[in-house]
Each structure stands twice: as structure tokens, then as C-alpha cells.
């Protein structure tokens, strides 16, 4: 489980967003907190894996506690949850080494698919040896091949990189039916992210032709 720990001056808010956490599978929420220093204490009394943080904190600037967080004996990840709109501010943001950056307000499923990105980035780098190659960065980094095609729109990079990753590791063609068996999609969402992987060059179709009717598509890694 991925234990999260859920910052925000407002105790509703924390609340709901605390909610949000623990409906996603693989999540749960170690605790609350609503101003600076007790963000600080919780961190090395919990010690979560991730922080979603508030900026406007009524004792200190969610800012500051990103710094502190960053000398803490506990390592841990942060993902800023803020209705700071300021370019100054997402900057500070990425330079304090936060993971992610959401504006208030959002729907629930904004907050699942970073939360659902996080994890899978975690998981990826389990699977990583001691060294890591290029690609392997590039992925972890959401780095694009040059010249590759932009994800069309109603697409998440997040479940791209499931349906890759599990075309990859199958070693073996896939019909779009087998693929939505295993990642618990829908046929027809499978097939768009399977004929994407086609278009950006990671896997290539393979028409498997039958004794009547129409060949059956199938799918098949190419990296």
C-alpha cells in the first residue's frame, strides 16, 4: 500500500480529498494534517511514501514545508494540491522536487489518474535493475521519442504506458479482446490505445488470417 498523508488548512477539504485517496486501490491514508509544522511532525511520526500539499497554509507557505520535507530524515514524495495559480509558484514547485502539481478545484478523477501515474512510476522502477537504460528513464520522465505522435485527446498516458507494458510483458501478439482482459478495459478503449502504440512505432499489427471473414487484428510489441 501507498500511504498518503493529506495536508490542507481546511478541514473539510482534507477530508474529502482524504476520501478520494482511500477509494483508489493500492492507496491509504496514514493521516491528516492542517498547517505547516504539524505536516512536518506527521511526516516523521507516519512516515507516508506521499504528501498531498496545500500552498496557502495558515503558519507557513506550503512552499516552506516542501523545503523541510526535502532534509527530512524520511524521504518522502510530494504532490501539490493548491488553488496557487502563479507561474512563480509551479516553478518553486518543481524546484522543491514535487512529483506533480494540481490546481483546485478538480474532479475526483484528476486526483485518480496522478495518484494512478505515481504508483505506476513507482512500480516501474521496482522493475528496474541497478543501472537504468534510456528508455527506461524516458518513460519514468514521460519523455517523448522525438518526432512521435502526440497522445490523442480522451487518452491517458497512464494507461498507455499499462497497455505497453502489458503487450511488452505477454512477449506475444494481443487481440484487442485479450488486451481489455488483462488490463480491465474495454474492448473498444484497448483497441484506441493499441492502435496508437502502432502509430508511435512501439508495436505493429498483425493481421491473423482466419478460414472465412474478416482477418482478426492482433498486436504485437515492437519497442
Not at 500552498?55 to 494540491?81: Q, T, W
Not at 512529483?99 to 513507482?122: C, G, H, M, W
Request: glycine share 8%; net charge neutral.
Amino acid at each position: 500500500m501507498i500511504r498518503v498523508l493529506v495536508v490542507d488548512d481546511d478541514f473539510m477539504v482534507a477530508k474529502i480529498h482524504a476520501g478520494y485517496v482511500a477509494r483508489i486501490s493500492g492507496f491509504s491514508v496514514a493521516a491528516t494534517a492542517h498547517t505547516g509544522q504539524s505536516a512536518i511532525a506527521a511526516v516523521a511520526e507516519h512516515r507516508p511514501d506521499l504528501v498531498l500539499l496545500d500552498i496557502y497554509l495558515p503558519d507557513m507557505s506550503g512552499l516552506e514545508v516542501l523545503k523541510a520535507l526535502r532534509g527530512a530524515a524520511h524521504p518522502v514524495d510530494v504532490l501539490v494540491i493548491t488553488a496557487a495559480r502563479e507561474v512563480s509558484t509551479v516553478r518553486a514547485a518543481m524546484r522543491g522536487g514535487a512529483v506533480n502539481y494540481l490546481i483546485k478545484p478538480f474532479p475526483a478523477s484528476a486526483l485518480t489518474e496522478r495518484l494512478e501515474q505515481y504508483a505506476d512510476t513507482r512500480r516501474q522502477l521496482t522493475m528496474i535493475g541497478p543501472e537504468a537504460g534510456q528508455d527506461e528513464v524516458d518513460r519514468l520522465f514521460g519523455g517523448a521519442r522525438t518526432g512521435a505522435p502526440a497522445l490523442p485527446k480522451g487518452l491517458s498516458a497512464t494507461t498507455c504506458t499499462l497497455v505497453a507494458d502489458t503487450l511488452r510483458e505477454t512477449g506475444t501478439d494481443l487481440s484487442a479482446a485479450e488486451t481489455a482482459a488483462l488490463t480491465g478495459l474495454s474492448r473498444v478503449s484497448a483497441r484506441r490505445y493499441l492502435e496508437f502504440l502502432c502509430v508511435s512505432g512501439r508495436a505493429e499489427l498483425r493481421p491473423r488470417y482466419g478460414t472465412a471473414g474478416r482477418p482478426e487484428h492482433r498486436y504485437k510489441w515492437t519497442g
